[in-house]
Every structure is written in C-alpha cells, then in structure tokens.
C-alpha cells in the first residue's frame, strides 16, 4: 500500500449501501444493522466522510451526500 491509498474497514462498503438505501446515518446505525462495537463504527462514519459519502460534524448531524445506489457504485469504483 502507498502513501496515497487509505485502509478502510472490512465493513465499509456494506456501510456505505446501508447508509446510501436508508438515507440515514449513524453510528447507531451501524452498530445495530452490521453488529459493530461503538469505536468500530465510529472509524467507519469518519471513513466515510473522508470518502465524501455523507458530510458533517457528529453523529448528530451527519447527512448522507450520495442520493442514490448507482451514485455510491460509480463513487465506490472512483475510490
């Protein structure tokens, strides 16, 4: 792996389809649907928002940046 590659979770882009078909997210979220423990989630929600799939602050005010399935396709093959 280089420099410029990232290491994302083995979860990531189950997360990403969870969250792009809810139009919801957070790590509650996660935690519920994929079984994860809470810092688990937590690394996913800021590797997605390193990945411009939602955008925010906190848990509180993530929004989800990727509207539609084929959208998170196409972004996920650009990653």
């Keep these: ?4 590659e990232v290491e ?3 979860l990531f ?3 990403a389809r969870l969250i792009v078909s ?3 997210a957070s790590s509650a979220m996660l935690q519920l649907k994929l079984k994860l423990g809470y810092m688990r989630a937590n690394r996913i929600m800021n590797q997605l928002k390193e990945a411009k799939i939602i955008s925010g602050s906190n848990d509180m005010n993530w929004k989800v940046s ?3 399935p084929v959208d998170l396709e ?3 093959n650009t990653l």
Excluded: F, V, Y
Excluded at 1 to 4: D, G, I, P, R, V
């Design 74 to 76: 196409t972004h996920l």
């Design 1 to 4: 792996m280089n420099k410029t």
């Design 13 to 15: 882009t189950d997360a």
């Design 22 to 24: 809810q139009q919801k």
């Design 8 to 10: 994302r979770d083995d």
């Design 66 to 68: 990727i509207l539609s």
